[in-house]
């Protein structure tokens, strides 16, 4: 029997994640199905399990079941943990084994993809909900010099913050009004590129030579990179994270990585 996968979503018609892994399967010689799967919105633990008795392999979770997915894994990894939240699932064993790859990807685009090593380098990281969480520990195992992370609710991001203090880099929290720039990685976070609105960052958090990264991606540029754009720095929206995450979810799985260029070139072409 051919083995199973599905990324779970409620809405889930929108997801790309059945036009990469079969692209990824295909290139490593590994023989799955992989679908979309709605939940219930009061529903998902239901459906996890449903899928582990039909003989499911492993899951993908996005919108707006990744922090629900934390309580029903029986085992989180490192990554999973600090971010609080889970978007791959793996059934080994009688277990549902619970990991996030987001932030990963993330770090993998940007170093990998765009060019740009994270070492050293002084991060402004806006918005300090899920997506936030995810990133913060793939970014810190980068060596960066500092992480701003600059948010609406000031304490929010002070408390995201305190959870990873203590690891000899500089992890500091503020209100957007705060920010004082330049910053060499600039990463929105927020969800304002959802509405097309521009998170409130200050023209002086960029400079010629920033990386300014929306982990949003869409057919156009979002306000937030043409604002980055005009203010000097490069862009980059959150296509490549989607294909790396995507990557490393399927090495997890199937324990070989494949390569992305090809999703990323097809996915693009496709916008």
Known sequence: ???????????????????????FAA?????????????????????????VAQGYKGANVTVPFKIEAVKVATRLT??????????????????IVGDNTDGPGLVADIVRNAGVALAGKRILLLGAG?????????????????????????ATAEALVAN?????????????????????????????????????????????????????????????????AEHGADTRDGLGMLVEQAAEAFTIWRGVRPATVEVFNKLRTKK
């Open 1 to 23: 029997m051919i083995d199973q996968y599905c990324v779970i979503g409620n809405p889930i018609a929108h997801s790309k994640s059945p036009e990469i892994h079969p692209v």
């Open 78 to 95: 490192e990554r999973a943990q600090a971010a609080g939240a889970v978007n791959t699932l793996s059934f080994v064993d009688g277990e």
């Open 164 to 228: 990873f203090a203590g690891q000899g880099i500089e992890v500091a929290a503020c209100g957007f009004a705060d920010i004082t720039g330049p910053y060499d990685i600039v990463v929105n976070a927020t969800s304002s590129s959802l509405a097309a609105e521009m998170p409130p960052v200050p023209a002086s958090a960029f400079a010629t030579g920033t990386l300014a990264v929306d982990i949003m991606y869409g057919n156009e540029p979002s306000p937030f990179m043409r604002f980055a």
């Open 130 to 154: 899920g997506a936030a969480r995810g990133i913060m520990l793939p970014f810190l195992m980068e060596r960066p010099a500092s992480i701003l992370v600059a948010n609406r609710t000031v």
């Open 27 to 51: 290139q490593t010689g590994q023989h799955l199905s992989y679908v979309r799967c709605l939940a219930p919105l009061d529903g998902f633990a239901a459906t996890v399990r449903d899928l």
